[in-house]
């Protein structure tokens, strides 16, 4: 596995389009590495950016709520 991806290999790690990479570059929104020419994208850098853009299921969310509201209902009782 290497560590460096060309903006081709990027699109098909994270299902977008090259278009929807290269807006992402300009708006400074994707980690990248500019060298010699080229956009390079660190693969552990873009994990990481990857799992600081995901969202939790409405499930989740209402687990979440539940679990965060259980010792309050206690107290009430």
Known sequence: ?????????LA??????KSTIYK???N???PVI???GSLLFNR??????LEGHSYDTKSEITNNISE????????RQ
């Open 24 to 26: 992402k570059v300009m």
């Open 28 to 30: 400074s929104s994707i």
């Open 44 to 49: 552990e850098a873009i994990d990481k950016w």
């Open 12 to 17: 098909e790690y994270i299902k977008l389009s």
């Open 68 to 75: 965060f509201l259980k010792p309050q209902r206690k107290e």
């Open 1 to 9: 596995m290497e560590k460096y991806l060309s903006i081709g290999e």
């Open 34 to 36: 500019k060298a010699t």
